[in-house]
């Protein structure tokens, strides 16, 4: 379902191990938040509750509304949230990147420990016949590098 010009659409997939783990957590948390009030419940002792009469059941209902105010408000943002995730994913979706992102390749490459030790001179001639020997490579339209970032503000 995800756009053709969106990059790197097709490594995007489900990992089952994610889908198990989140469905397990979901399962768990289900469970849990209708355990303890099931709990509560059963500790109710019906003969203590006619003794008491009237007493405390107002402070309970009181309480109790005030739970379901707060639940219910939790919800709200975080339906709003949600949706408004939604809209800007949409948003991002639509939005037309600038370039043909097809038959784009792009990688980096981590200096060997002799060049991060050596001259700053020989590191930059080795990574210039680098560009020069990808830049006449067959097929190669376009080539742009960025220059190298040595620790230490070198480079």
């Known amino acids: 379902m995800l756009p053709t010009t969106l990059p790197r659409a ?8 994610v889908l198990i783990f989140t469905i397990a957590i ?5 469970v849990l938040a209708g355990l303890a009030p099931a709990l509560k419940t059963s500790r109710w002792h019906l003969s203590e509750t006619l003794k008491e009469g009237g007493r405390g059941r107002a402070a309970r209902a009181a309480c109790a509304s005030h739970h379901v105010t707060v639940e219910m408000a939790l919800a709200l943002v975080l339906l709003i949230g949600a949706g408004l995730m ?14 043909r992102p097809d038959n784009v390749l792009t990688f980096s490459l981590s200096l060997s420990p002799s060049m991060r030790t050596g001259s ?8 210039r016949e680098l560009s020069d020997q990808i830049a006449s490579s067959p097929g190669i339209r ?14």
């Open 120 to 127: 700053p001179d020989a590191t930059r001639a080795a990574l």
């Open 142 to 155: 376009a080539f742009h590098s960025r220059p190298a970032q040595f620790p230490g503000g070198r480079g």
């Open 86 to 99: 939604i809209r800007s994913l949409s948003a991002l979706w639509r939005v037309d990147p600038g370039f």
């Open 10 to 17: 097709s490594e995007v997939r489900l990992d089952a191990r």
């Open 26 to 30: 979901s399962l768990l948390t289900g």
